[in-house]
Each structure stands twice: as C-alpha cells, then as structure tokens.
C-alpha cells in the first residue's frame, strides 16, 4: 500500500509539472533585437526581429497567448512588421557555444540566430519558436491576428 501512495504522489508530481511545462507556465520576454539587410529575394531591405523569451512554455495556445499579451508594444516601439519581407522570430533564450567560429559574424546563421555577435554566443536553430509575418496564413494550422489594421500570422515551429 505504501507504494501504491508513492507511485500516486509521483505521477501527480509529474502531471502537476507537464500541465505547468505546457499551460501554465506564462514566459516573458527577455530582449528584443532588430536588424535590417538587403534581400537580393525582395530586391529591397528588410526587417528581421528577433525576441528572446525566457520560460517559454512548450504548448502553441500558450506562446500565441506570448503574442497576443506582447504584440500591441512590440508594433509600437519597434514597428518590426512595416514591409511584406519583415518578420518577427520568437526564440528561447538559451545562448550555446558557437559551432562554426564564422557564424558569430551574421545575424541569422545557416544553424544558429548569433544576432552579429550581440550575445556573445548563439541561440541554436531548434529553439525557434513561432515566426510573426504579415498576411494571411499559408498553412491550415497558423494563426492569423489583426494588429494595428495589418492582418498577421503565426507560423509555429514543430
């Protein structure tokens, strides 16, 4: 009986700490980085923003609700979405060693977001978590907003 109680208290631990990990856990934005460069694809500059969130949470209905809680003072002060070529990367902030020493030179890298060296390191590629775009979605399981009259998208990272 007594480990039949314990297996109980565990496993209520673990569904306490997932539905945390998942949902409840709110993150926050840490910073917010902006950088714009010539596209030879649009044939004009374009604007990349990149926001680092800490505690991120795991679930796509919570990091749209990241968004949804921060978009009105990110299109303020930072008017990162001015142009159909801009976007807005949301990232964990979780800064790694560098992989190719060259990387640390470029805003976004062929495997890593190093921001021109800003970090001191890079943020690995697989902790990307949604990308912002203007227009409508151009996948059925995005997310599509109205900010400021701009209608918007979110195109999450699996």
Known sequence: MKYIKM?????????????????????HIKEIYQHSEYSEIWARDCKSTVILVDNAP????????????????????WAPLTDRCDEIL???????YIKRSGDIN????DDAICLNGILGGCISWGERLFYVEIGDPKWKDEVAT????TRV???FID
């Not at 208290?9 to 673990?14: A, K, P, S």
């Not at 209905?61 to 809680?69: C, M, V």
């Not at 949301?90 to 790694?96: A, Q, Y």
């Open 90 to 96: 949301f990232v964990n902030n979780r800064i790694s």
């Open 153 to 155: 998208h979110l195109s």
């Open 7 to 27: 297996i109980f208290v565990i496993l209520f631990i673990c569904t306490l700490y997932i539905l945390h990990a998942f949902y409840l856990r709110q993150g």
């Open 106 to 109: 470029y805003w976004i890298a």
């Open 146 to 149: 109205d900010k400021s009259g």
């Open 58 to 77: 795991l679930s796509h209905d919570a990091q749209k609700k990241i968004w949804q809680k921060n978009s009105t003072e990110i299109m303020k002060k």
